[in-house]
């Protein structure tokens, strides 16, 4: 499993807002140029990320985007499923996978639901805040 630019930006931008967390609205350009991101693909991410009630943002004179909540809140996993769509490392663990003609004899099955569920306990287990705070 390999994290895509889109989740690690992501990542980047929910950090950039909760480390100025209370501080108010926050330009997306501002965001940007303190993330080396280019505002056009950040415009790609946020409205994911608004979608889902992660961040809110008002346009105009004084807009720009916020946390809903503490960073304390926000966990990498939910985050990182939210950008990449799933987690799993292999297709037929994927959330909407068919059914694998295989599953029943597959060796490698467990490994991979092992792996899986490590993998999301990991990220589920961090959250902004700690990761402000250098876990």
Request: net charge positive.
């Amino acid at each position: 499993m390999m994290i895509s630019t889109r989740g690690r930006y992501a990542l980047r931008v929910m950090l950039d807002l909760a480390e100025h967390h209370g501080e108010g609205y926050i330009p997306m350009k501002v965001v940007a140029g303190r993330q080396n991101i280019s505002l056009k693909y950040l415009e790609r991410i946020l409205p994911v990320l608004t979608r889902n009630h992660l961040i809110e943002g008002i346009q105009g004179k004084g807009g720009g985007y916020r946390l809903t909540e503490e960073p304390a809140k926000y966990r990498v996993g939910d985050i990182l499923r939210l950008t990449e769509g799933d987690l799993a490392p292999v297709a037929c663990l994927g959330s909407g996978a068919k059914a694998c003609e295989r599953a029943d004899s597959c060796k490698t099955l467990p490994m991979w639901r092992k792996f899986y569920r490590i993998t999301n306990e990991f990220f589920d287990g961090i959250t902004l805040a700690e990761l402000l705070d250098n876990i």
